[in-house]
């Protein structure tokens, strides 16, 4: 099985997991899915619906977190001049601390450690086979050199 498989693998279980799958017909089939969708319907028609702000910078994880949102019928939306880092939710705040944040996390874990896997992969095949980090040193820099510095923003 090749590394992307066991993520998609990986990333079934997560999903079976926070929607509550118990059985193997169940994993493949819309009914758990379904189920929690219940769920957080349930949830709005008792609980209190919150506003929630997310400082989401990472692109990646941006459009993780809005298929997410998106995926359990949740409409997830910005106000004019907010940055494009910012997402904004209303739902009930257990379902958003007891489920979707929690599978957020779940999900953005595997995927960072399976791309931080392939590009330091492609780096050693491609690039140059030592793709270590820079190594510390304890002496001061010297006086004589100008600092100067770069910094690579992620663009929105």
Known sequence: MTSEQELRQKLRKIAALFEGATTTGER???AALNRIRAALSAAENTERTIEMNFRLPDRWGRRL???????YGLRPYRYPRQRYSTVVLRAPESFIKETLWPEYLEISRALDDYLNEATERIIREEVFGDAAEAEERTEAPPKHLPAIGFSLEAED
């Open 28 to 30: 493949d089939a819309a």
């Open 65 to 71: 977190f809005l298929a997410l949102c998106r995926r």
